[in-house]
């Protein structure tokens, strides 16, 4: 090991003689950052800075290393900052206080250099024997013990560097919420110019955070420095401090985000990153990987040291009014005391080698990453399903349908075949409000029983009336109140006039307003049970009529469903939908058609497998208010015979 000081502040650092270099070289001090020329001799190592320190009288030139007893440390001051007497020296390295004779080294002549340039020799004069090595860490007791004596001793420069950050992290906090409320208006929502705008200022508080991070590192590493100095240290590294903040915040998140252990493993490995950066000028991914060097084998020791503080720290938070004012210390003592265990393990281990090869890195950064993966894996299957139907009621509202397929694994006992037709039985789902009717043709006079279900905060004046298609909201026939059921059933009478007729649902009339909240399917009531269309019979149960309402009144949408079915649905003579026709695969279809003014016909080709143990073939119209997401099923017809063609007319009553 070789002691390398410089001739501009003094700062010494010992450095092992296989890492110097074996030329004339210009190195930058780290503490001051100037530059000097280091040139290895053999008898000699003379420091050439580029900038001669003022030299006022004899006595200002040339410095004294003086030298710790109990570890080794050295440190060079200029030597008319010593005085001529023995005093009190405490070793910034291990805070040890031990005498030093000043008289002696003022009794020497000080004989400057031709050049007037300091020259630092070989420590070969007789030195007090090495302090022994640390075999194991301070007890806690002694930890909290000296961290206290340096913080008693760095009070004033911790707390102020402290309160700089406070204040920082306000101005900078009140400077981007004023940007972002302001630049969007001020540039009229220019995304080229906000966006560069935002990720500049928020590179700036980055950088002032990591300035004042390296300055409170560097104040707690070297006792000699003030405020100001500690400042322009931190701002100096700020991109290397911000690049092993960068990383420990990446690798850590994603250690706890992992189910929490991986994070406090890495908390205890990675912890003295930053201290690594300060003392040993070594950054990034190296820091992080010779801090976990440093822990190797005394994990256990030092999360239960880490473990109790942060209880302490925690315990004294929460203490009402006081503990936000305890912070002002809580922080700065914090770092001292992980810096002592920091300085407890290079003891131990004395000057030691990471691997810091691209694999073991991208281990790390692997291990992190997987963290954000489970998360975002977690979330998938969380939400997936609600994400799967949203997108399918997106594409089914841009037109572009949706299709599900799923296979039904039949019962023990087979099901035996339902009966070839079926009237539509009133269907009830989770929509609000509903009004069903069980068939949508009457005869004049004839009976007609509705369904209403889910009616939500019914009140007594409830009332349901019976309309025109088209009609006003006064112009009603029959009418019945709901006397606050929410679910039920209302006998009327058909009217003797033909045409096409629907219910509507009044909230506590009339207060509750004059517009309906629901709606039944549009039906006819006319004079037989048949109607001509085009030449050929079609039944009336299989015939509806859809009023046009909204916007688009001719957009509706069709679902299909179908098992045990091999065949097609068409919609004015276009295929929509192709039944496949695989065994026990349920086929489910939703997307939306447009009807044309007038008769519009579904058409449906079916044909049951063979031997199956049930069939099932299902169409359904309805609109959609996407605003409101409420659907309004305007026809259902159902399927179960063998095979066959059914045709179902829609009527667009403009």
């Given at each position: 090991?070789?002691?390398?000081?410089?001739?501009?502040?003094?700062?010494?650092?010992?450095?092992?003689?296989?890492?110097?270099?074996?030329?004339?070289?210009?190195?930058?001090?780290?503490?001051?950052?100037?530059?000097?020329?280091?040139?290895?001799?053999?008898?000699?190592?003379?420091?050439?800075?580029?900038?001669?320190?003022?030299?006022?009288?004899?006595?200002?030139?040339?410095?004294?290393?003086?030298?710790?007893?109990?570890?080794?440390?050295?440190?060079?001051?200029?030597?008319?900052?010593?005085?001529?007497?023995?005093?009190?020296?405490?070793?910034?390295?291990?805070?040890?206080?031990?005498?030093?004779?000043?008289?002696?080294?003022?009794?020497?002549?000080?004989?400057?250099?031709?050049?007037?340039?300091?020259?630092?020799?070989?420590?070969?004069?007789?030195?007090?024997?090495?302090?022994?090595?640390?075999?194991?860490?301070?007890?806690?007791?002694?930890?909290?013990?000296?961290?206290?004596?340096?913080?008693?001793?760095?009070?004033?420069?911790?707390?102020?560097?402290?309160?700089?950050?406070?204040?920082?992290?306000?101005?900078?906090?009140?400077?981007?919420?004023?940007?972002?409320?302001?630049?969007?208006?001020?540039?009229?929502?220019?995304?080229?110019?906000?966006?560069?705008?935002?990720?500049?200022?928020?590179?700036?508080?980055?950088?002032?955070?990591?300035?004042?991070?390296?300055?409170?590192?560097?104040?707690?590493?070297?006792?000699?420095?003030?405020?100001?100095?500690?400042?322009?240290?931190?701002?100096?590294?700020?991109?290397?401090?911000?690049?092993?903040?960068?990383?420990?915040?990446?690798?850590?998140?994603?250690?706890?985000?992992?189910?929490?252990?991986?994070?406090?493993?890495?908390?205890?490995?990675?912890?003295?990153?930053?201290?690594?950066?300060?003392?040993?000028?070594?950054?990034?991914?190296?820091?992080?990987?010779?801090?976990?060097?440093?822990?190797?084998?005394?994990?256990?020791?030092?999360?239960?040291?880490?473990?109790?503080?942060?209880?302490?720290?925690?315990?004294?938070?929460?203490?009402?009014?006081?503990?936000?004012?305890?912070?002002?210390?809580?922080?700065?003592?914090?770092?001292?005391?992980?810096?002592?265990?920091?300085?407890?393990?290079?003891?131990?281990?004395?000057?030691?080698?990471?691997?810091?090869?691209?694999?073991?890195?991208?281990?790390?950064?692997?291990?992190?990453?997987?963290?954000?993966?489970?998360?975002?894996?977690?979330?998938?299957?969380?939400?997936?399903?609600?994400?799967?139907?949203?997108?399918?009621?997106?594409?089914?509202?841009?037109?572009?349908?949706?299709?599900?397929?799923?296979?039904?694994?039949?019962?023990?006992?087979?099901?035996?075949?339902?009966?070839?037709?079926?009237?539509?039985?009133?269907?009830?789902?989770?929509?609000?409000?509903?009004?069903?009717?069980?068939?949508?043709?009457?005869?004049?006079?004839?009976?007609?029983?509705?369904?209403?279900?889910?009616?939500?905060?019914?009140?007594?004046?409830?009332?349901?009336?019976?309309?025109?298609?088209?009609?006003?909201?006064?112009?009603?026939?029959?009418?019945?109140?709901?006397?606050?059921?929410?679910?039920?059933?209302?006998?009327?009478?058909?009217?003797?006039?033909?045409?096409?007729?629907?219910?509507?649902?009044?909230?506590?009339?009339?207060?509750?307003?004059?517009?309906?909240?629901?709606?039944?399917?549009?039906?006819?009531?006319?004079?037989?049970?048949?109607?001509?269309?085009?030449?050929?019979e079609t039944d009336s149960t299989n015939s509806i009529v859809v009023p046009a309402l909204g916007e688009n009144p001719g957009e509706v949408m069709v679902y299909v469903f179908a098992i045990n079915y091999l065949g097609s649905v068409r919609f004015n003579g276009e295929e929509i939908y192709p039944i496949a026709g695989e065994r026990d695969m349920s086929y489910n279809y939703t997307g939306s058609v447009t009807l044309q003014p007038g008769r519009n016909r579904f058409e449906v080709d079916y044909k049951a497998l063979p031997d199956p143990w049930m069939t099932e073939l299902k169409l359904k119209v309805y609109r959609y208010d996407w605003n409101t997401n409420q659907e309004t099923v305007l026809a259902e017809?159902?399927?179960?015979?063998?095979?066959?063609?059914?045709?179902?007319?829609?009527?667009?009553?403009?």
């Amino acid at each position: 090991m070789k002691t390398l000081s410089c001739p501009h502040c003094g700062f010494s650092k010992e450095i092992p003689a296989e890492r110097l270099p074996k030329e004339a070289s210009q190195v930058t001090c780290p503490k001051c950052q100037k530059p000097f020329i280091f040139d290895p001799q053999p008898a000699t190592e003379q420091i050439k800075p580029t900038e001669a320190p003022p030299v006022s009288t004899p006595a200002a030139i040339g410095n004294a290393v003086i030298t710790c007893p109990h570890c080794n440390s050295r440190r060079q001051v200029p030597k008319d900052k010593v005085p001529p007497r023995t005093i009190k020296v405490t070793c910034p390295q291990c805070q040890k206080v031990f005498p030093f004779d000043g008289a002696i080294l003022h009794s020497r002549a000080a004989v400057p250099g031709p050049s007037q340039q300091p020259i630092l020799m070989p420590q070969s004069a007789p030195e007090p024997g090495p302090r022994p090595a640390r075999k194991q860490l301070a007890s806690i007791g002694d930890l909290f013990s000296r961290s206290w004596q340096v913080f008693i001793r760095r009070i004033l420069t911790l707390i102020g560097i402290n309160l700089l950050a406070l204040l920082l992290m306000g101005a900078a906090s009140l400077f981007l919420a004023s940007g972002i409320q302001h630049l969007p208006v001020s540039f009229s929502n220019n995304p080229f110019i906000i966006i560069p705008a935002m990720i500049l200022l928020f590179v700036v508080m980055l950088a002032m955070f990591s300035a004042i991070g390296g300055a409170m590192t560097y104040a707690i590493v070297d006792e000699s420095i003030g405020v100001r100095q500690a400042l322009g240290l931190g701002i100096q590294r700020w991109r290397a401090f911000l690049w092993v903040f960068l990383l420990l915040g990446f690798i850590l998140t994603g250690g706890y985000l992992a189910f929490l252990l991986p994070g406090l493993l890495f908390t205890v490995w990675f912890i003295f990153a930053q201290f690594v950066l300060a003392h040993e000028e070594i950054g990034g991914m190296d820091a992080l990987l010779l801090s976990r060097a440093y822990v190797r084998g005394h994990g256990w020791e030092i999360g239960g040291r880490l473990l109790l503080l942060w209880v302490v720290n925690g315990l004294l938070s929460c203490i009402p009014f006081i503990g936000p004012l305890l912070s002002l210390v809580l922080g700065p003592f914090t770092l001292i005391y992980t810096y002592e265990i920091y300085r407890d393990l290079r003891e131990i281990k004395g000057e030691i080698a990471a691997d810091c090869s691209g694999g073991e890195k991208a281990k790390y950064l692997l291990a992190g990453a997987a963290g954000y993966l489970l998360i975002g894996i977690a979330i998938f299957l969380l939400l997936g399903s609600t994400l799967y139907h949203g997108l399918n009621l997106f594409r089914t509202q841009m037109g572009a349908g949706s299709y599900q397929e799923e296979r039904i694994t039949p019962p023990v006992a087979p099901r035996q075949p339902q009966p070839t037709t079926r009237t539509p039985a009133p269907v009830v789902n989770n929509r609000p409000n509903q009004l069903i009717l069980e068939q949508t043709t009457f005869a004049p006079g004839a009976a007609i029983s509705l369904t209403f279900a889910k009616v939500q905060n019914p009140a007594l004046k409830d009332r349901v009336g019976l309309f025109k298609v088209g009609a006003d909201n006064q112009s009603f026939g029959e009418a019945r109140y709901l006397a606050r059921k929410t679910e039920g059933k209302l006998q009327f009478t058909a009217p003797q006039e033909a045409g096409h007729y629907e219910f509507r649902l009044f909230s506590n009339w009339p207060e509750g307003g004059s517009e309906p909240i629901s709606r039944s399917q549009p039906f006819s009531v006319g004079s037989g049970s048949t109607a001509q269309t085009g030449g050929e019979e079609t039944d009336s149960t299989n015939s509806i009529v859809v009023p046009a309402l909204g916007e688009n009144p001719g957009e509706v949408m069709v679902y299909v469903f179908a098992i045990n079915y091999l065949g097609s649905v068409r919609f004015n003579g276009e295929e929509i939908y192709p039944i496949a026709g695989e065994r026990d695969m349920s086929y489910n279809y939703t997307g939306s058609v447009t009807l044309q003014p007038g008769r519009n016909r579904f058409e449906v080709d079916y044909k049951a497998l063979p031997d199956p143990w049930m069939t099932e073939l299902k169409l359904k119209v309805y609109r959609y208010d996407w605003n409101t997401n409420q659907e309004t099923v305007l026809a259902e017809w159902v399927l179960n015979d063998p095979q066959g063609t059914k045709t179902y007319e829609v009527t667009l009553d403009n």
